[in-house]
Every structure is written in C-alpha cells, then in structure tokens.
C-alpha cells in the first residue's frame, strides 16, 4: 500500500533527478551557464526549493556578487505570504557570507 503513494509522483522525482545529474556535470566541468540554464528548466518545471536556491546562489556568487545579491535581495522581499522562505534564504545569505552586504558599485 505505501509503495502506491510514492508512484504518484515518480515521473517529477525521475525528472527531477536526471536535471540534477545534468547540473552536477555542468558544474564538475566549469560549466556555469549550462548549470544557470538547468536551474532555470528545473524552477520552471518544480518550483522554487531549498536545493535550486542553494545551488543557484552557488553559482549566481561565482559568476559576480552583484549577481548574487540581486537574486537574493528579490527572494528575501519576496512575496509576503512566504516569509518563511524570505527568512531562510536571509539565513542562507549570511551563512555563506557572516558579513553579507552589498558590495559599493
């Protein structure tokens, strides 16, 4: 009976996961377009979480902070009904950065 719930959503699981594979090689190659652009099919396709976020920050850094910071500052006003995901992706920032601020253009 468990094993029936877990199908419903296996063809976005399997999605899911062969986009992943996509960005990891992107990634283990340097590749940080390709990378932006399978972050991008999977935010259409699945939506914002935690994992995208984390790994669109990732790459948003190496590509510049202003980059960076924009993508960010954008969630963390986000929607007001989110708050919880503002909070978290604030949190995120400033572990990845304790002294997180915006660089002087």
């Given amino acids: 009976m468990a094993g029936r719930g877990h199908s419903k959503f296996a ?14 090689a992107a990634y283990v ?3 940080l377009d390709a990378c ?3 972050l991008n099919r999977l935010e259409e396709r699945h939506g ?18 202003t980059q960076y910071y924009d993508y960010t500052d954008v969630l963390i006003a986000g929607d007001p009904n989110v708050s919880l995901m503002s909070w978290l992706v604030y ?6 950065d ?3 601020h ?4």
């Fill in 11 to 24: 063809p976005e699981v399997r999605e899911f996961l062969k986009l992943e594979r996509e960005f990891n």
């Fill in 36 to 38: 932006g652009e399978v």
């Fill in 48 to 65: 914002l979480s935690l994992w995208l976020i984390s790994r669109k920050s990732t790459i948003l850094r190496k590509l510049g902070a």
């Fill in 98 to 100: 304790p002294m997180s």
């Fill in 91 to 96: 949190m995120m920032r400033h572990r990845a």
């Fill in 29 to 31: 190659q340097g590749d």
């Fill in 102 to 105: 915006r660089p002087r253009t």
